[in-house]
Protein backbone atom coordinates (compact mmCIF):
# COMPACT_ATOMS: atom_id res chain seq x y z
CA UNK A 1 0.00 0.00 0.00
CA UNK A 2 1.60 3.13 -1.07
CA UNK A 3 1.86 6.12 1.88
CA UNK A 4 -0.46 7.96 0.79
CA UNK A 5 -3.55 5.22 0.32
CA UNK A 6 -6.61 6.35 2.48
CA UNK A 7 -8.23 3.17 3.38
CA UNK A 8 -12.08 3.16 3.88
CA UNK A 9 -12.75 1.62 7.00
CA UNK A 10 -16.43 1.72 6.44
CA UNK A 11 -17.03 -0.83 3.49
CA UNK A 12 -18.00 -3.81 5.50
CA UNK A 13 -20.68 -2.44 7.98
CA UNK A 14 -22.21 0.00 5.42
CA UNK A 15 -22.29 -3.00 2.70
CA UNK A 16 -24.10 -5.64 5.37
CA UNK A 17 -26.03 -2.60 7.76
CA UNK A 18 -25.82 0.81 6.31
CA UNK A 19 -25.49 2.46 9.87
CA UNK A 20 -23.56 1.97 12.58
CA UNK A 21 -23.84 3.82 16.45
CA UNK A 22 -20.94 5.59 18.05
CA UNK A 23 -19.95 6.63 21.39
CA UNK A 24 -19.05 10.39 21.68
CA UNK A 25 -19.32 11.73 25.02
CA UNK A 26 -22.55 10.24 26.54
CA UNK A 27 -24.42 11.46 23.94
CA UNK A 28 -23.77 8.31 21.10
CA UNK A 29 -24.22 9.00 17.14
CA UNK A 30 -25.65 6.65 14.51
CA UNK A 31 -23.49 7.02 11.29
CA UNK A 32 -25.45 6.78 8.37
CA UNK A 33 -22.96 4.89 5.68
CA UNK A 34 -24.50 4.80 2.35
CA UNK A 35 -24.55 7.52 -0.22
CA UNK A 36 -28.84 7.42 -1.01
CA UNK A 37 -29.56 7.78 2.75
CA UNK A 38 -26.90 10.40 3.71
CA UNK A 39 -28.27 12.82 0.57
CA UNK A 40 -31.88 11.61 2.04
CA UNK A 41 -31.38 12.76 5.88
CA UNK A 42 -29.35 15.46 4.67
CA UNK A 43 -32.55 16.56 3.08
CA UNK A 44 -35.00 16.28 5.31
CA UNK A 45 -34.42 18.82 7.70
CA UNK A 46 -37.70 18.86 9.67
CA UNK A 47 -36.82 14.99 10.81
CA UNK A 48 -33.25 15.68 11.02
CA UNK A 49 -32.05 19.29 12.04
CA UNK A 50 -28.89 21.34 12.74
CA UNK A 51 -30.90 23.63 14.99
CA UNK A 52 -30.37 21.94 18.87
CA UNK A 53 -28.00 23.15 21.72
CA UNK A 54 -25.07 24.88 20.36
CA UNK A 55 -22.64 22.39 19.10
CA UNK A 56 -24.46 19.68 19.11
CA UNK A 57 -24.46 18.30 15.76
CA UNK A 58 -20.59 18.11 15.58
CA UNK A 59 -19.56 14.74 16.41
CA UNK A 60 -17.72 14.94 18.27
CA UNK A 61 -19.49 17.13 19.97
CA UNK A 62 -18.61 21.08 20.82
CA UNK A 63 -21.87 21.58 23.81
CA UNK A 64 -19.01 21.87 26.18
CA UNK A 65 -16.86 23.93 24.88
CA UNK A 66 -19.35 26.26 23.24
CA UNK A 67 -22.33 28.30 23.55
CA UNK A 68 -22.14 30.82 20.15
CA UNK A 69 -24.48 29.47 17.48
CA UNK A 70 -22.65 29.13 14.65
CA UNK A 71 -24.54 30.08 11.68
CA UNK A 72 -25.96 29.60 9.10
CA UNK A 73 -24.86 26.28 10.16
CA UNK A 74 -26.55 25.42 13.00
CA UNK A 75 -29.78 26.96 11.87
CA UNK A 76 -32.99 24.96 10.14
CA UNK A 77 -34.86 25.96 7.20
CA UNK A 78 -36.93 28.45 6.48
CA UNK A 79 -34.88 30.55 9.09
CA UNK A 80 -31.51 29.52 7.61
CA UNK A 81 -32.39 30.99 3.64
CA UNK A 82 -32.05 34.09 4.87
CA UNK A 83 -28.74 33.79 6.48
CA UNK A 84 -27.40 31.92 3.55
CA UNK A 85 -28.53 34.34 0.74
CA UNK A 86 -27.21 37.24 2.90
CA UNK A 87 -23.31 35.37 2.69
CA UNK A 88 -23.77 33.46 -0.55
CA UNK A 89 -22.86 36.15 -2.51
CA UNK A 90 -19.65 36.89 -0.02
CA UNK A 91 -18.71 33.59 -0.11
CA UNK A 92 -18.67 33.31 -4.06
CA UNK A 93 -16.04 36.16 -4.34
CA UNK A 94 -13.26 33.60 -5.43
CA UNK A 95 -14.61 33.60 -9.11
CA UNK A 96 -13.60 36.54 -9.04
CA UNK A 97 -11.09 37.40 -11.25
CA UNK A 98 -9.01 39.72 -8.71
CA UNK A 99 -9.62 37.38 -5.91
CA UNK A 100 -7.97 34.78 -8.37
CA UNK A 101 -4.97 36.56 -9.24
CA UNK A 102 -4.68 37.74 -5.25
CA UNK A 103 -5.11 33.83 -4.23
CA UNK A 104 -2.15 32.85 -7.21
CA UNK A 105 0.11 35.10 -6.08
CA UNK A 106 0.37 33.11 -2.05
CA UNK A 107 0.29 30.32 -3.63
CA UNK A 108 2.81 30.99 -6.40
CA UNK A 109 5.09 32.60 -3.65
CA UNK A 110 4.74 29.79 -0.93
CA UNK A 111 5.18 26.82 -3.82
CA UNK A 112 8.64 29.20 -4.98
CA UNK A 113 9.89 29.82 -1.55
CA UNK A 114 9.86 26.28 -0.63
CA UNK A 115 11.36 25.01 -3.87
CA UNK A 116 15.15 25.89 -2.56
CA UNK A 117 16.20 22.64 -2.22
CA UNK A 118 15.27 22.22 1.68
CA UNK A 119 12.20 19.84 2.83
CA UNK A 120 9.36 20.64 3.97
CA UNK A 121 6.91 19.90 7.05
CA UNK A 122 3.65 20.00 4.83
CA UNK A 123 1.71 20.22 7.59
CA UNK A 124 2.77 23.18 9.66
CA UNK A 125 4.88 24.97 6.95
CA UNK A 126 2.41 24.63 4.04
CA UNK A 127 -0.75 24.03 4.35
CA UNK A 128 -1.44 25.81 7.59
CA UNK A 129 0.24 28.99 6.33
CA UNK A 130 -1.52 28.79 2.73
CA UNK A 131 -5.35 27.95 4.78
CA UNK A 132 -4.42 30.83 6.44
CA UNK A 133 -2.98 33.52 3.96
CA UNK A 134 -6.06 32.45 1.66
CA UNK A 135 -8.39 33.27 4.75
CA UNK A 136 -7.07 36.63 4.38
CA UNK A 137 -8.76 36.99 0.98
CA UNK A 138 -11.80 35.39 1.92
CA UNK A 139 -12.37 37.86 4.74
CA UNK A 140 -11.41 40.56 3.07
CA UNK A 141 -8.66 41.42 5.86
CA UNK A 142 -4.62 42.79 6.05
CA UNK A 143 -2.15 39.93 4.87
CA UNK A 144 -0.78 40.48 8.00
CA UNK A 145 -3.25 38.99 10.21
CA UNK A 146 -2.55 35.58 9.07
CA UNK A 147 0.88 35.76 10.81
CA UNK A 148 -1.62 35.37 14.23
CA UNK A 149 -3.96 32.75 12.67
CA UNK A 150 -0.61 30.63 11.57
CA UNK A 151 0.53 30.88 15.57
CA UNK A 152 -2.36 29.38 16.98
CA UNK A 153 -0.91 26.27 14.92
CA UNK A 154 -3.37 23.29 13.65
CA UNK A 155 -5.21 22.10 16.18
CA UNK A 156 -6.56 25.12 17.77
CA UNK A 157 -10.35 25.10 17.29
CA UNK A 158 -11.57 21.25 18.05
CA UNK A 159 -12.04 19.29 20.64
CA UNK A 160 -9.95 16.52 21.33
CA UNK A 161 -11.28 15.29 24.55
CA UNK A 162 -8.96 16.57 27.33
CA UNK A 163 -9.23 19.21 29.72
CA UNK A 164 -7.26 22.25 27.96
CA UNK A 165 -10.13 21.79 24.77
CA UNK A 166 -11.88 24.93 26.56
CA UNK A 167 -9.03 27.13 27.07
CA UNK A 168 -7.84 26.24 23.13
CA UNK A 169 -11.28 27.38 21.99
CA UNK A 170 -11.32 30.37 23.73
CA UNK A 171 -8.41 31.62 21.75
CA UNK A 172 -10.46 31.91 19.22
CA UNK A 173 -13.51 33.55 20.60
CA UNK A 174 -11.51 35.96 22.73
CA UNK A 175 -9.89 37.09 18.99
CA UNK A 176 -12.96 36.82 17.49
CA UNK A 177 -14.83 39.29 20.42
CA UNK A 178 -11.88 41.68 19.57
CA UNK A 179 -12.40 42.13 16.55
CA UNK A 180 -15.83 42.51 16.29
CA UNK A 181 -15.37 45.27 19.26
CA UNK A 182 -12.62 46.99 16.71
CA UNK A 183 -15.26 46.11 13.61
CA UNK A 184 -17.61 48.08 15.83
CA UNK A 185 -15.96 51.16 16.39
CA UNK A 186 -13.85 51.47 13.00
CA UNK A 187 -15.68 50.03 9.98
CA UNK A 188 -13.95 48.56 7.22
CA UNK A 189 -14.92 46.77 4.27
CA UNK A 190 -13.73 43.52 6.01
CA UNK A 191 -16.30 40.65 7.07
CA UNK A 192 -16.16 41.57 10.49
CA UNK A 193 -17.81 45.00 9.20
CA UNK A 194 -20.06 43.95 6.73
CA UNK A 195 -21.63 41.24 8.49
CA UNK A 196 -22.12 43.99 11.62
CA UNK A 197 -24.04 46.16 9.06
CA UNK A 198 -26.10 43.36 7.74
CA UNK A 199 -29.70 42.77 7.59
CA UNK A 200 -31.23 39.11 7.92
CA UNK A 201 -35.12 38.78 7.32
CA UNK A 202 -35.39 42.68 8.17
CA UNK A 203 -33.44 42.24 11.12
CA UNK A 204 -29.94 43.65 11.73
CA UNK A 205 -27.52 40.84 12.25
CA UNK A 206 -26.15 41.11 16.18
CA UNK A 207 -23.05 40.82 17.69
CA UNK A 208 -23.68 37.12 18.35
CA UNK A 209 -24.74 36.24 15.35
CA UNK A 210 -21.77 37.58 13.40
CA UNK A 211 -19.48 36.07 15.99
CA UNK A 212 -21.16 32.93 14.89
CA UNK A 213 -20.83 33.30 11.18
CA UNK A 214 -17.02 33.74 12.34
CA UNK A 215 -16.32 30.88 14.12
CA UNK A 216 -18.16 28.57 11.35
CA UNK A 217 -15.43 30.70 8.96
CA UNK A 218 -12.52 30.06 10.67
CA UNK A 219 -13.29 26.44 12.41
CA UNK A 220 -15.09 25.29 9.34
CA UNK A 221 -11.70 26.11 7.19
CA UNK A 222 -9.15 24.83 8.70
CA UNK A 223 -8.59 21.36 9.54
CA UNK A 224 -10.69 20.73 6.50
CA UNK A 225 -8.76 22.95 4.10
CA UNK A 226 -5.29 22.34 5.83
CA UNK A 227 -6.34 18.35 4.94
CA UNK A 228 -7.21 18.47 1.46
CA UNK A 229 -3.97 20.66 0.74
CA UNK A 230 -1.94 17.96 2.55
CA UNK A 231 -3.80 15.27 1.20
CA UNK A 232 -3.74 16.47 -2.51
CA UNK A 233 0.52 17.18 -1.86
CA UNK A 234 0.93 13.41 -0.76
CA UNK A 235 -0.86 11.92 -3.67
CA UNK A 236 0.94 13.96 -6.00
CA UNK A 237 4.22 12.93 -4.43
CA UNK A 238 3.60 9.15 -4.49
CA UNK A 239 2.08 9.43 -7.77
CA UNK A 240 4.21 11.45 -10.27
CA UNK A 241 2.17 9.88 -13.35
CA UNK A 242 -0.72 11.80 -11.91
CA UNK A 243 0.99 15.36 -11.60
CA UNK A 244 2.38 14.45 -15.02
CA UNK A 245 -1.19 13.76 -16.45
CA UNK A 246 -2.34 17.21 -15.04
CA UNK A 247 0.28 19.13 -16.10
CA UNK A 248 -0.31 17.10 -19.94
CA UNK A 249 -4.08 17.52 -19.56
CA UNK A 250 -4.99 20.75 -17.85
CA UNK A 251 -8.65 20.68 -19.42
CA UNK A 252 -9.03 17.09 -16.72
CA UNK A 253 -8.15 19.46 -13.53
CA UNK A 254 -11.52 20.76 -12.64
CA UNK A 255 -12.44 16.98 -12.19
CA UNK A 256 -9.13 15.91 -10.77
CA UNK A 257 -10.18 18.43 -7.65
CA UNK A 258 -13.79 17.35 -7.82
CA UNK A 259 -12.22 13.57 -6.98
CA UNK A 260 -9.53 14.64 -4.17
CA UNK A 261 -12.79 16.10 -2.49
CA UNK A 262 -14.47 12.75 -3.18
CA UNK A 263 -11.74 10.43 -2.17
CA UNK A 264 -10.11 12.35 0.42
CA UNK A 265 -13.59 13.42 2.31
CA UNK A 266 -11.46 16.27 4.33
CA UNK A 267 -14.91 16.52 6.87
CA UNK A 268 -15.28 12.95 7.82
CA UNK A 269 -18.95 13.36 8.96
CA UNK A 270 -21.42 15.83 10.30
CA UNK A 271 -24.44 15.06 13.32
CA UNK A 272 -28.21 15.89 13.26
CA UNK A 273 -30.64 15.66 15.98
CA UNK A 274 -33.69 13.49 15.44
CA UNK A 275 -36.62 15.55 15.96
CA UNK A 276 -39.98 12.74 15.88
CA UNK A 277 -39.46 8.77 16.13
CA UNK A 278 -38.34 7.68 12.78
CA UNK A 279 -36.53 4.89 11.17
CA UNK A 280 -32.92 5.00 9.50
CA UNK A 281 -32.02 1.85 7.35
CA UNK A 282 -34.97 -0.15 9.22
CA UNK A 283 -33.33 0.93 12.58
CA UNK A 284 -35.68 3.40 14.61
CA UNK A 285 -34.27 6.29 15.53
CA UNK A 286 -35.77 8.27 18.45
CA UNK A 287 -36.70 11.58 19.17
CA UNK A 288 -33.48 13.31 20.69
CA UNK A 289 -30.80 11.35 19.87
CA UNK A 290 -28.37 11.99 16.89
CA UNK A 291 -27.62 10.56 13.63
CA UNK A 292 -24.47 11.34 11.23
CA UNK A 293 -23.99 11.96 7.78
CA UNK A 294 -21.12 10.23 7.08
CA UNK A 295 -19.56 12.06 3.89
CA UNK A 296 -16.37 9.64 4.01
CA UNK A 297 -18.38 6.49 3.46
CA UNK A 298 -20.61 7.56 1.28
CA UNK A 299 -17.85 8.84 -1.12
CA UNK A 300 -16.75 5.27 -1.21
CA UNK A 301 -20.37 3.74 -2.09
CA UNK A 302 -19.93 1.21 -4.08
CA UNK A 303 -23.15 0.60 -5.50
CA UNK A 304 -22.62 4.40 -6.81
CA UNK A 305 -18.85 4.87 -7.77
CA UNK A 306 -17.07 2.34 -10.09
CA UNK A 307 -13.41 1.57 -8.12
CA UNK A 308 -14.41 3.79 -5.04
CA UNK A 309 -11.31 3.40 -3.31
CA UNK A 310 -9.04 4.43 -6.78
CA UNK A 311 -8.31 8.13 -7.24
CA UNK A 312 -9.33 8.12 -11.11
CA UNK A 313 -8.72 11.95 -12.01
CA UNK A 314 -11.34 12.46 -15.13
CA UNK A 315 -14.16 10.53 -13.04
CA UNK A 316 -16.47 11.63 -15.17
CA UNK A 317 -19.64 11.13 -13.03
CA UNK A 318 -18.86 12.17 -9.31
CA UNK A 319 -21.88 12.76 -6.85
CA UNK A 320 -19.59 13.01 -3.92
CA UNK A 321 -20.76 14.43 -0.78
CA UNK A 322 -17.45 16.13 -0.28
CA UNK A 323 -19.06 19.57 0.37
CA UNK A 324 -22.33 18.17 2.28
CA UNK A 325 -25.12 18.23 0.91
CA UNK A 326 -28.60 20.14 0.26
CA UNK A 327 -29.23 23.45 2.08
CA UNK A 328 -26.46 23.26 4.53
CA UNK A 329 -23.64 22.55 1.42
CA UNK A 330 -20.39 23.86 2.34
CA UNK A 331 -20.52 27.57 2.96
CA UNK A 332 -16.58 27.53 2.01
CA UNK A 333 -16.70 25.24 -1.28
CA UNK A 334 -16.21 28.44 -3.58
CA UNK A 335 -12.97 28.91 -2.13
CA UNK A 336 -11.86 25.94 -0.85
CA UNK A 337 -12.09 24.93 -4.72
CA UNK A 338 -10.06 28.06 -5.70
CA UNK A 339 -8.00 27.12 -3.21
CA UNK A 340 -7.28 23.32 -4.78
CA UNK A 341 -7.29 24.54 -8.40
CA UNK A 342 -4.53 27.58 -7.68
CA UNK A 343 -2.48 24.82 -5.85
CA UNK A 344 -2.74 22.18 -8.64
CA UNK A 345 -1.83 25.11 -11.30
CA UNK A 346 1.19 26.36 -9.41
CA UNK A 347 2.61 22.87 -8.73
CA UNK A 348 2.17 21.65 -12.69
CA UNK A 349 3.88 24.92 -13.79
CA UNK A 350 7.02 25.11 -11.13
CA UNK A 351 7.33 21.15 -10.01
CA UNK A 352 8.51 18.57 -11.73
CA UNK A 353 8.73 16.12 -8.88
CA UNK A 354 7.70 15.63 -4.85
CA UNK A 355 9.69 13.55 -3.22
CA UNK A 356 7.19 12.14 -0.07
CA UNK A 357 10.56 11.95 2.73
CA UNK A 358 8.13 11.03 5.77
CA UNK A 359 4.74 10.74 6.92
CA UNK A 360 2.84 10.06 9.98
CA UNK A 361 -1.26 9.21 9.98
CA UNK A 362 -4.13 11.35 11.44
CA UNK A 363 -6.02 8.82 12.32
CA UNK A 364 -9.73 9.82 13.96
CA UNK A 365 -11.01 7.00 15.99
CA UNK A 366 -14.66 6.21 16.38
CA UNK A 367 -15.20 2.90 18.00
CA UNK A 368 -14.05 0.47 15.89
CA UNK A 369 -13.61 2.59 12.85
CA UNK A 370 -10.29 3.93 12.57
CA UNK A 371 -10.37 6.31 9.48
CA UNK A 372 -7.09 8.71 8.12
CA UNK A 373 -8.36 11.57 7.10
CA UNK A 374 -4.40 13.55 7.28
CA UNK A 375 -1.28 13.73 8.27
CA UNK A 376 -0.26 14.55 11.67
CA UNK A 377 3.26 15.14 9.89
CA UNK A 378 4.40 15.47 6.02
CA UNK A 379 7.84 15.91 4.82
CA UNK A 380 8.40 16.45 1.02
CA UNK A 381 10.80 17.86 -0.94
CA UNK A 382 9.75 20.32 -4.05
CA UNK A 383 12.11 19.64 -6.91
CA UNK A 384 11.70 22.51 -9.44
CA UNK A 385 10.59 21.75 -12.84
CA UNK B 1 -24.06 24.46 -34.41
CA UNK B 2 -27.19 24.55 -32.45
CA UNK B 3 -28.84 27.53 -30.68
CA UNK B 4 -30.10 27.24 -27.06
CA UNK B 5 -32.17 29.70 -25.33
CA UNK B 6 -32.36 29.65 -21.52
CA UNK B 7 -35.38 31.57 -19.83
CA UNK B 8 -33.95 33.02 -16.44
CA UNK B 9 -36.16 33.40 -13.75
CA UNK B 10 -36.52 37.07 -14.14
CA UNK B 11 -37.85 36.19 -17.28
CA UNK B 12 -34.89 37.04 -19.10
CA UNK B 13 -34.26 35.24 -22.50
CA UNK B 14 -30.53 34.21 -23.72
CA UNK B 15 -30.52 32.35 -26.51
CA UNK B 16 -26.26 31.09 -27.32
CA UNK B 17 -24.69 29.14 -29.71
CA UNK B 18 -22.28 26.37 -29.72
CA UNK B 19 -21.19 23.22 -31.35
CA UNK B 20 -19.74 21.36 -28.38
CA UNK B 21 -19.08 20.99 -24.82
CA UNK B 22 -21.66 20.62 -21.82
CA UNK B 23 -24.91 23.25 -21.62
CA UNK B 24 -23.80 23.85 -18.63
CA UNK B 25 -20.71 25.06 -19.59
CA UNK B 26 -22.24 27.43 -22.10
CA UNK B 27 -24.72 29.12 -19.36
CA UNK B 28 -21.70 29.53 -17.11
CA UNK B 29 -19.56 31.00 -19.87
CA UNK B 30 -22.10 33.70 -20.58
CA UNK B 31 -23.59 34.47 -17.01
CA UNK B 32 -26.55 32.83 -17.24
CA UNK B 33 -27.98 33.82 -13.96
CA UNK B 34 -29.13 31.18 -11.97
CA UNK B 35 -26.47 28.65 -13.43
CA UNK B 36 -23.37 27.87 -11.11
CA UNK B 37 -22.21 24.94 -12.23
CA UNK B 38 -19.78 24.66 -8.98
CA UNK B 39 -18.50 21.00 -9.36
CA UNK B 40 -17.55 21.99 -12.85
CA UNK B 41 -19.82 19.47 -14.30
CA UNK B 42 -19.82 16.17 -12.85
CA UNK B 43 -23.16 15.37 -11.44
CA UNK B 44 -22.51 16.32 -8.00
CA UNK B 45 -23.73 19.97 -6.98
CA UNK B 46 -27.37 20.18 -8.77
CA UNK B 47 -26.81 23.87 -9.26
CA UNK B 48 -27.39 23.80 -12.98
CA UNK B 49 -30.70 22.56 -12.67
CA UNK B 50 -33.37 23.15 -15.62
CA UNK B 51 -36.82 22.64 -17.02
CA UNK B 52 -36.67 21.32 -20.41
CA UNK B 53 -39.64 22.73 -22.36
CA UNK B 54 -41.82 19.36 -22.56
CA UNK B 55 -41.89 19.38 -26.61
CA UNK B 56 -37.88 19.22 -26.34
CA UNK B 57 -37.45 16.06 -24.30
CA UNK B 58 -36.46 14.22 -27.21
CA UNK B 59 -34.13 16.02 -27.86
CA UNK B 60 -32.16 16.05 -24.78
CA UNK B 61 -33.15 12.39 -23.43
CA UNK B 62 -33.47 11.15 -20.24
CA UNK B 63 -31.84 11.40 -16.56
CA UNK B 64 -29.43 8.98 -16.13
CA UNK B 65 -29.95 6.93 -12.82
CA UNK B 66 -27.20 9.06 -10.64
CA UNK B 67 -28.53 12.20 -12.11
CA UNK B 68 -32.41 11.10 -11.37
CA UNK B 69 -31.32 10.61 -7.49
CA UNK B 70 -29.74 13.85 -7.51
CA UNK B 71 -32.69 16.00 -8.46
CA UNK B 72 -35.02 13.51 -7.05
CA UNK B 73 -33.82 15.87 -3.73
CA UNK B 74 -34.06 19.56 -5.12
CA UNK B 75 -36.98 21.43 -4.31
CA UNK B 76 -37.81 22.41 -7.92
CA UNK B 77 -37.86 19.29 -9.63
CA UNK B 78 -40.17 18.38 -11.95
CA UNK B 79 -40.96 15.70 -14.60
CA UNK B 80 -38.59 17.78 -17.46
CA UNK B 81 -35.75 18.56 -15.51
CA UNK B 82 -32.01 17.98 -15.99
CA UNK B 83 -28.78 18.70 -14.72
CA UNK B 84 -27.58 20.53 -18.17
CA UNK B 85 -24.35 19.83 -17.35
CA UNK B 86 -24.77 15.97 -18.36
CA UNK B 87 -26.59 17.46 -21.75
CA UNK B 88 -23.92 17.37 -24.38
CA UNK B 89 -24.22 19.87 -26.59
CA UNK B 90 -24.95 18.30 -30.74
CA UNK B 91 -26.81 19.51 -33.45
CA UNK B 92 -29.60 17.69 -32.58
CA UNK B 93 -29.92 20.65 -29.94
CA UNK B 94 -30.93 23.03 -32.20
CA UNK B 95 -33.61 25.28 -31.25
CA UNK B 96 -33.43 23.66 -27.52
CA UNK B 97 -35.47 25.80 -25.20
CA UNK B 98 -34.37 25.17 -21.32
CA UNK B 99 -35.74 27.03 -18.09
CA UNK B 100 -33.41 27.99 -15.23
CA UNK B 101 -35.41 26.11 -12.37
CA UNK B 102 -33.75 28.99 -9.87
Known amino acids: MKKSTMADPFAQVRKEKGFATVSDQDDPVTMMLRLKDVRKCAHNAKTFSSEDIPGRIVVPSEVNIRTTRQIPFEVDPPKHKGFRGLLDPWFKRPLENEYKQKLHSIVDKLVTENLAGNSVEVINEFSLVLQSRALTLLLNTPFEDSIQWISWGTHVFRSEGDALDGDKAQVLYDYLDEKLDQALANPTDDLFSVLLGAEVDGKKMSKEEAKGVLILTFAGGRDTVINAVSNSIAYLADHPESLKRLRDEPEIRGKAIEEFIRYFSPLTHMGRVVKEDTQVCEHAAKADSRISLCWASANRDETVFENPNEIVLDRKMNPHVGFGFSHHNCLGATHARQILSTLIDVLCDKVGSIDLLETEDNIEEWDDFHRKVGYEKLVVKFNPK | ?102
Do not use: Y
Open chain 2, 1 to 102: MAKITFITTDDENITLEADSGSVMALAVENGVQGIDGDCGGVCSCATCHVHVKPEHMSKTGDASEIEQDMLELDDNVNEFSRLCCQIEITEDLDGLELTVAG
